[in-house]
């Protein structure tokens, strides 16, 4: 099974709106990175969080780590049209040296 | 300022045929990866190089070959092509795997390929 989780699989909301996406782990890891995916697209880097710290801001996304709970989310706040994609969380497995990608979540923001 | 590209974009072959998907990244990365995309599935990884002439199994390596001759190369060929490999393709490259564990990935926009 993939080393990482994301919830929800899909989430539909109106924009304007905050969008929250989480992710679970089973390994100790050395780092969680965001991408987003647009349709028909490669992936775009958004964020990096090391296992040692707890939150990160980039404009308007948000992320958490709870190395405890070998869980992160991300928030996109104040959500556009132009967020709709898939977001995609990927861990780096401590000792590896590759990135392993939980399935995504398609995230559908509604004018 | 060209990045990390892929060829071809589409391609359509049949099954027992050799494909050859090729990826090129100008950055001087020490890392190529190669994944599959397929629904359901996500993003897996088929092989990796962390540098020239070392290449390494990723999740789902069989009926894959690498080789990387050249840093900036990193070609990935389907030996014998079944319809299980229809797919859409990413090459990925990184700059280095530190003691903070694998930096970021940069992504080519894909090789959609289809096996008949």
């Known amino acids: 099974s993939q080393q990482g989780e994301e919830d929800p699989q899909a989430l539909s909301i109106q924009e304007g709106e905050n969008a929250t996406m989480n992710c679970s782990y089973k390994?100790?890891?050395?780092?969680l990175q965001w991408y987003r995916q647009n349709s028909g697209r490669g992936l775009v880097h958004l964020i990096l969080i090391r296992s040692n710290e707890r939150e990160k801001h980039s404009g308007r996304l948000r992320v958490t780590l709870d190395t405890s709970k070998k869980s992160s989310s991300l928030l996109i706040t104040a959500s556009r049209a132009a967020d709709t994609a898939s977001y995609f969380c990927?861990?780096?497995?401590?000792?590896?040296?590759?990135?392993?990608f939980g399935q995504g979540t398609r995230l559908t923001i509604n004018p | 300022d060209a990045g990390i590209t892929q060829s071809p974009r589409y391609k359509i072959t049949e099954t027992g045929r050799q494909v050859t998907l090729m990826c090129h990244q100008t950055?001087?990365?020490?890392?190529m990866f190669w994944y599959r995309q397929d629904l359901g599935h996500g993003l897996r990884l088929i092989y990796y190089?962390?540098?020239?002439?070392?290449?390494d199994k990723g999740e789902v390596p069989d009926g894959y070959v690498v080789s990387r001759s050249k840093t900036e190369n990193f070609p990935l060929t389907l030996e014998s092509a079944t319809r299980s490999q229809t797919s859409v393709y990413f090459c990925?490259?990184?700059?280095?795997?530190?003691?903070?564990?694998?930096?970021?990935?940069?992504f080519g926009p894909g090789t959609r390929l289809t096996v008949l």
């Open positions: 990925a490259s990184s700059h280095t795997a530190g003691t903070g564990g694998m930096d970021t990935q940069y």
């Open positions: 950055w001087s990365h020490s890392y």
């Open positions: 990927a861990t780096v497995i401590q000792g590896a040296q590759k990135l392993v």
């Open positions: 190089s962390a540098a020239a002439d070392i290449t």
């Open positions: 390994t100790s890891i050395n780092n």
